[in-house]
């Protein structure tokens, strides 16, 4: 069964390609939704999720009402520090989420200070009050947030190159997540589980924690993580 990660991957390549040899100009419409989705034989949710990857890259704009406008945007122009990002599945940025995340809160909660696990519970707020108001866009931006304010707290200058990619892929994938503000609170309740380990400065908790948190993502999204079976007893039940 073809994975929903590998489809919308797929169709971003094809809309890709079809803005490089010029079927779209910048400022053109791209064909309804209903049309374009006939035309590359797949759903309109994932031509939705390709088009909201295209407007990370900055190709494209979706404006209400009108449909979706294509940017005078160079294909060959993406920043270095994005060229890892730009071509990966929804699959890869979880991925590479899954490889780094664990071991950055591991790190984290080993030498945290009182006033940085107070920012990171100040962010968790934020993304409560976003929940109680249902304001989807602020509570993303808070989850968002909460997961580069981690990235922030790791010491090893080599680690904070790498760091960056894990934020471009989160920023990729955030977009996509935003097609789904119904599971905010279950983000919360996971990342709060997070903070509670590294305020306790439980480095292995902290870890499992956060495993347990990006494969739960996957799960929203539809998508079943292939990782190593030694990882699997590391994630608390």
């Known amino acids: 069964m073809i994975s929903s990660s590998t489809v919308v991957n797929s169709v971003v390549e094809k809309l890709r390609a079809a803005l490089a040899r010029g ?3 910048s400022g053109d419409m791209l064909p309804g939704q209903r049309e374009l989705a ?8 994932s031509l939705r999720e390709a088009v909201t990857v295209l407007e990370t890259l900055g190709l494209v704009r979706s404006m209400p009402g009108k449909g979706v406008v294509v940017l005078d945007a160079p294909l060959d122009d993406t920043p270095a520090s994005d060229s890892g ?3 990966a599945s929804l699959e890869d ?3 590479l989420r899954y490889t780094l995340e664990p071991f950055i809160v591991g790190l984290v909660a080993q030498s945290i200070s ?3 696990v107070g920012q990171l519970r100040l962010t ?3 993304m409560r009050e976003a929940l109680e108001a249902n304001d989807s866009e602020a509570g993303m931006n808070a989850y968002i947030a909460f997961h ?4 922030t707290l790791t010491s090893n200058p080599i680690f904070q190159n790498v760091v960056q990619q894990t934020s471009n892929a989160l920023k990729q994938s955030a977009q996509v997540l935003r097609n789904s503000p119904e599971h905010l609170a279950e983000r919360l309740q996971e990342n709060e589980a997070v903070v509670r380990a590294i305020r306790s400065k439980n480095s292995a908790l902290a870890s499992a924690e956060m495993r347990r948190h990006i494969l739960m993502e996957g799960q929203r999204m539809g998508i079943e993580l292939n990782i190593p079976d030694d990882h699997l007893g590391q994630i608390t039940p």
């Open 23 to 25: 079927q779209w100009r």
């Open 38 to 45: 006939e035309q590359l034989g797949i759903s309109r949710p």
């Open 85 to 87: 990002v730009a071509g």
């Open 93 to 95: 940025v979880l991925q």
């Open 114 to 116: 009182s006033k940085e």
């Open 124 to 126: 968790l707020m934020d």
């Open 148 to 151: 580069e304010e981690l990235f």
